[in-house]
């Protein structure tokens, strides 16, 4: 079952330029996907943005998932051999 992350992630031209964010913050889905990929856990990242919630990291990386779905056709990805 896909999360619905929908109520989570908000994108506002008023707030951040209108980049994708989490809702009710100013945190934006990018600066959570690049900690996260830098090897922050979402212990870290709750430390560090203490607006941001598990479920609100959870929205994140389910939105991600999505749009890489969405964006990158299988066929585009690189085949490791």
């Given at each position: 079952?896909?999360?619905?992350?929908?109520?989570?992630?908000?994108?506002?031209?008023?707030?951040?330029?209108?980049?994708?964010i989490?809702t009710?913050?100013?945190?934006?889905?990018?600066?959570?996907?690049?900690?996260?990929?830098?090897?922050?856990?979402?212990?870290?990242?709750?430390?560090?943005?203490?607006?941001?919630?598990?479920?609100?990291?959870?929205?994140?990386?389910?939105?991600a998932?999505?749009?890489?779905?969405?964006?990158?056709?299988?066929?585009?990805?690189?085949?490791?051999?």
């Amino acid at each position: 079952m896909t999360m619905n992350f929908r109520p989570y992630i908000t994108r506002d031209p008023r707030i951040c330029g209108g980049e994708a964010i989490v809702t009710g913050t100013r945190v934006t889905v990018r600066t959570v996907l690049a900690s996260l990929g830098d090897g922050m856990t979402t212990e870290q990242l709750l430390r560090d943005f203490p607006t941001l919630t598990p479920e609100a990291v959870r929205a994140v990386i389910a939105f991600a998932a999505l749009s890489a779905e969405e964006d990158l056709p299988m066929s585009a990805a690189p085949i490791l051999v």
